[in-house]
């Protein structure tokens, strides 16, 4: 299973154009207020697409592994995921 990859380019050239206009705002010394609330806007919508990424290596990649891999493989896909949690995390 692979994440929807147009879904997941409109989505990443949103995020770069929000960060275009950011750069503009911190550039046209724009209230420090509203640039943080289009940073936050910005994170939550990579926070999104991380999400359907991850989502859709679990339904395919380590679904396939748990099924059909090898011992080596399953703990490998395991511990991937186990490392982007701690990540999360952070």
Known sequence: M??????????LKTARGQIDGIIKMVEDDRYCIDIST????????IGRV????LKAHIGG????AVE?????????????????IEKLAK
């Open 2 to 11: 692979m994440a929807d990859r147009e879904r997941t380019l409109r989505l």
């Open 38 to 45: 289009q940073l936050m806007a910005t994170q939550s919508l």
């Open 50 to 53: 991380n999400a359907d990424v």
């Open 61 to 64: 990649c380590v679904q396939q």
């Open 68 to 84: 059909s891999g090898t011992d080596a493989e399953k703990a490998e896909k395991l511990a991937e995921i186990e490392t982007v």
